[in-house]
């Protein structure tokens, strides 16, 4: 085993803007990850639900919005696998890299003209290949530092802005070419970009050194045993329960959302209750982690909102706004672009702001309230174009434009402190998951929506965009009051 020292040592400290080399590979690889995921979740909605004619699956709109939010669920839920398979067996750089392999089979597949079946291969593959690649990537990037390596803090901005870089571009890359040459060729540009972050990471995946090289906590003959006797049964289980759903006529997309919002739910109340009552837990920890319960329940909220950018809201564009620019129509795609290009204008000044105010700047779970109160805001805001459509006007899409700025606001107040909060609250038992902890998190949104999305369908948008609008801001209002209780659990962490 190496240690965290000689692993430092072994990663060249200079060479990417004025970061360590390391940097540069991991950089890249998770910038065209992010292009390839962001690419294919900005036309999927649009291919499930157009018609057949129109080069989609004639889905409802109700299940492929089911579907988007269950897939964003899953996407982040396997984290605590390939998490525990880098941990356990392979170390996070081999993770990452079979990630990616899995990730590009699974845009291939979505490439290809397979319809509903290529559909759910693809899910698969790219579900597990991300689970593998998202959280260990992230992770490589804190081991390249020495503890008290100020960079550290950069490094990890550059890092978010390389996925936001990448967020932003395909969008406005695959959007096109899909417009041009129809979904499968859109996917195609998808699979693409995951090959050349492929290529990139094998090509300079030597300036990480030892970082990532082997798995942090490997198990002994015993444990693999019991690993593989007890996958299997897990397997087994899931098998059977599926022949018997099928069987019986239970297998809809509306149970199988039920199933995983339960889970979604379930795995973080578990998880956090497990490590409460670890014997590893010291009593300083556990009053942290009962700190960072409101937070991760106002992340969940916040992300519940801002993950909504994929479906609802890009459904709303698509079939309630005036894309018409003169003799030009704005791909609905394009709009999935704003979040990201919100985010690169604007961390900057964010970063400038906490600098400037420094100690005088506000405490996390004030930034949590506030992310709140902006996310519902967003949603609020979203209450007016929704009364004056009825179905047949078409309201401008600048609304969406507003209500995207909003939720950044609120993203740049939450995502960036949120993995750095997690770190910092978990027991240091559990440090290895702490990544998987916070993506759970963003999977617990996701599996609530896959419920929200089917209320959509059926109540007002007025009412839906305001009720849930409401709620968030009266949770950002708790958490404000609750602020100082919070910080005092938090015993010293800011
Ligand atoms: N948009 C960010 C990313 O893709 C945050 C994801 C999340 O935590 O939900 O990395
Ligand atoms: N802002 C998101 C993230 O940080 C990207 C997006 O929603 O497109 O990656």
């Given amino acids: 085993m190496y240690t965290k020292e000689e692993i430092v040592k072994s990663v060249p400290q200079t060479g990417f803007v004025g970061q360590p080399k390391g940097l540069f590979p991991l950089f890249f ?25 129109d080069g989609g ?57 397979g319809g509903a079946m290529s559909l759910y291969a693809s899910m698969f593959f790219i579900i597990i290949g991300t689970g593998l690649l998202k959280p260990n990537v992230s992770a490589v990037v804190g081991d390249l530092y020495a503890d008290n390596d100020p960079r550290r803090d950069s490094g990890f901005s550059i890092f978010y802005m390389g996925i936001n870089m990448g967020a932003f571009l395909s969008p406005l890359l695959v959007g096109w070419t899909e417009q041009k040459w129809g979904f499968h060729a859109g996917f195609a540009v998808s699979a693409v970009g995951m090959f050349i972050g492929l290529v990139v990471f094998v090509l300079s995946k030597k300036n990480l050194g030892l970082a990532g090289s082997q798995p942090t906590n490997p198990m002994n003959e015993q444990e693999k045993k019991k690993a593989a006797i007890n996958f299997s049964i897990g397997g087994a289980v899931v098998l059977v329960l599926g022949i018997i759903a099928y069987t019986t006529g239970n297998a809809s997309i509306e149970n199988f959302s039920l199933l995983i919002t339960t889970l979604g739910v379930l795995i973080p109340t578990v998880f956090m209750i497990y490590m409460y009552r670890s014997p590893k837990t010291t009593e300083v920890e556990k009053s942290r982690l009962l700190a960072y319960v409101p937070l991760f329940i106002s992340a969940v909220m916040f992300w519940a909102i801002a993950e909504q950018s994929a479906t609802t809201l890009a459904t709303f564009v698509d079939t309630r706004t005036d894309l018409t620019l003169g003799n030009f129509e704005i791909p609905p795609s394009w709009f999935q672009s704003l979040n990201p290009l919100f985010i690169i204008a604007l961390a900057p000044l964010f970063a400038l702001l906490w600098t400037k105010w420094g100690e005088r700047g506000p405490s996390t779970p004030k930034k949590f309230a506030f992310a709140l109160i902006f996310a519902g805001a967003s949603f609020i805001i979203m209450m007016i174009p929704s009364l004056i459509t009825d179905g047949e006007t078409l309201v401008s899409p600048l609304w969406v434009v507003f209500s995207f700025f909003l939720v950044v606001l609120g993203e740049l107040l939450l995502s960036p402190v949120g993995l750095s909060a997690t770190t910092k609250l978990a027991p240091a038992a559990f440090a290895g998951q702490t990544m998987a902890l916070w993506f759970l998190a963003s999977s617990a949104a996701s599996a609530i929506n896959a419920q929200l999305v089917r209320i959509y369908e059926v109540i007002s948008e007025t009412a839906y965009f305001g009720v849930l609008g409401a709620l968030s801001v009266l949770l950002g209002i708790v958490i404000l009051f609750l602020t100082p209780k919070i910080s005092k659990a938090m015993r010293g962490i800011k």
């Fill in 29 to 53: 690889t998770e910038f065209w990850e992010r292009f390839s995921y962001y690419g294919m979740r900005a036309i999927l909605i649009f291919y499930m639900y157009y018609a057949v004619k």
């Fill in 57 to 113: 699956l004639g889905l409802d709109r109700s299940q492929a919005n089911i579907i988007m939010s269950i897939y964003g669920s899953l996407i982040y839920m396997s984290g605590i696998i390939g998490g525990w398979i880098a941990d356990r067996i392979i170390g996070t750089q081999k993770s990452v890299f079979y990630g990616g392999i899995l990730i590009m089979i699974g845009h291939i597949a979505l490439a290809l003209p």
